[in-house]
């Protein structure tokens, strides 16, 4: 059985970090697209990385680029989401989604390009205070 499994939401004050972690499990061998969205109380689910497990790739919107980094640890089928700098408009449910990536598709694992993902985790809550 497939499955996602974030962790490491919590509460933090204004400037802090947090790393979250996505465990995944149960997937076939093979090649995947990985990211990281989130969703505030009333908003709408937004985008934030993308990693493509084939060259480890990195891709980022703009709400994403240049406080948040994501990674992943192969030998654990991990994935990570460092996060600095966090601001109460940072407060939402993150979650990691994933899907099979072709190798001669790679390029459409950029998080800018394409949003559709099969297989999401449950969500872990971060909060920023001031």
């Known amino acids: 059985q497939v499955r996602l499994v974030e962790s490491g939401g919590d509460s933090v004050q204004t400037g802090g970090s947090l790393r979250l972690s996505c465990a995944a499990s149960?997937?076939?061998?093979?090649?995947?697209?990985m990211a990281w969205f989130r969703q505030a109380p009333g908003k709408e689910r937004e985008a934030l990385t993308s990693l493509y497990t084939g060259t480890s790739s990195t891709y980022y919107t703009g709400s994403a680029a240049g406080r948040f980094t994501t990674s992943r640890d192969n030998a654990e089928k991990t994935a990570y989401l460092q996060m600095t700098r966090l601001e109460p408009e940072d407060t939402a449910m993150y979650y990691c989604a994933a899907r099979p990536q072709r190798w001669d598709m790679r390029s459409d694992c950029n998080i800018n390009k394409r949003t559709d993902f099969e297989h999401w985790g449950q969500g872990t809550q971060v909060t920023v205070s001031q």
């Open positions: 149960g997937f076939p061998a093979g090649y995947y697209c």
